[in-house]
């Protein structure tokens, strides 16, 4: 994104909610919060959370599953609302996350100035956190890495009233909010609970996938990155945070492998593809799953497992297990 639409992005994004966290906190603190502003609140971040993790992410940027037009174009509507960024450009700025995960040219890795010590760290997680977000010169060009989303109408419209979407997103839970309450107040607090607060909340977490999801946690499997496994933001994450089992195998729809790995993403997914509308669902078998898991302990994989160039032939560990079909 670029010039005016990319400080549009940067204001919905990032400044705008946390000045609506702000005025929350504010009410907060003189119980100036009703029931009806946190029910709209849990409405609002179930729609458009699962529009981003199951809808951008699982069936847009790696195809995990196809399903109909309407619900395609409903999930890609609602993960708009979250206001990261048009589909188009959230699945090009992804695709290509996977293609060098944590090497040069992941636009959002904590590695990417590899500075030593604390300072160091902490610079790094911010960028992976949100300081990417500020760079004008990013971008990651769409016809290179999803062709399929600029061929598809369905999806370049949807990118093209990206910012009137959002803005949806905001009166919506204000209207929501009217329905429940009937009064003036309730419209107001709907748009400040169900929109900004919530823009708030639900982007931190898909940006903390980001950040602490390749830099604390648990290694299940060997991926030339330094993808973990997060289970305390699986449930709010809708299952995103089981980021190591992602990055190693990017085209499942389910990123919780294990029975305790909640993925509220992967039952929407099962309810869909029960009831008939999604099929194609990629499912990755425990036999598979273990032959890779082996690998962490014969290869130990992470970024610089791979083939560096700045590392001797000699040093560089046989990372290619990992390197799977990315999208
Ligand atoms: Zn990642
Ligand atoms: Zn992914």
């Known amino acids: 994104m670029d010039g005016r639409k990319h400080y549009g992005f940067v204001l919905i994004s990032a400044i705008l909610p946390l000045l609506g966290l702000v005025v929350a906190v504010v009410l907060l603190w003189n119980k100036g919060v009703w029931l009806s502003d946190l029910i709209v609140f849990g409405v609002m971040y179930v729609i458009a959370g699962l529009g981003v993790s199951t809808g951008y992410h699982r069936m847009l940027a790696h195809r995990s599953f196809k399903t109909t037009r309407p619900i395609k174009i409903f999930f890609a509507v609602a993960g708009s609302m979250a206001g990261q960024g048009p589909p188009i450009i959230w699945t090009a700025h992804h695709r290509r996350h996977h293609r060098v995960a944590d090497k040069p040219g992941d636009p959002h890795s904590p590695y990417q100035d590899h500075e030593p010590g604390i300072l160091g760290a902490l610079k790094g997680l911010w960028h992976a956190h949100m ?13 290179r890495y999803c062709p399929d989303l600029v061929r598809d109408r369905d999806m370049r419209i949807i990118s093209r009233y990206f910012l009137p979407i959002v803005a949806a997103g905001v009166v919506l839970p204000g209207l929501l909010g009217l329905a429940i309450s009937g009064t003036l107040r309730g419209f107001l607090a709907g748009m400040l609970w169900g929109g900004l607060v919530r823009f708030f909340v639900s982007n931190h977490i898909t940006y903390a996938v980001n950040s602490i999801g390749h830099y604390f946690g648990r290694r299940r499997f060997a991926t030339p990155d330094e993808s973990r496994n997060v289970g305390w933001l699986s449930l709010l994450s809708f ?14 729809a389910s990123h919780g492998m294990r029975w305790w790995e909640v993925d509220i993403s992967a039952m929407v997914i099962l309810l869909l593809e029960k009831t008939r509308l999604a099929s194609d669902v990629i499912r990755i078998d425990r036999d598979r799953q273990e032959r890779r898991a082996e690998g962490l302990l014969t290869v130990g994989g992470g970024r610089l497992a791979d083939s560096a160039p700045d590392r001797p032939l000699a040093e560089r560990k046989a990372a290619t297990v990992g390197v799977a079909d990315v999208e």
């Not at 300081?131 to 016809?143: E, R, V």
């Not at 299952?239 to 499942?252: L, M």
């Open 131 to 143: 300081g990417w977000l500020f760079d004008k010169s990013l971008s990651s060009d769409p016809i």
């Open 239 to 252: 299952g995103e945070s089981w980021h190591n089992n992602h990055h190693a195998f990017p085209r499942s």
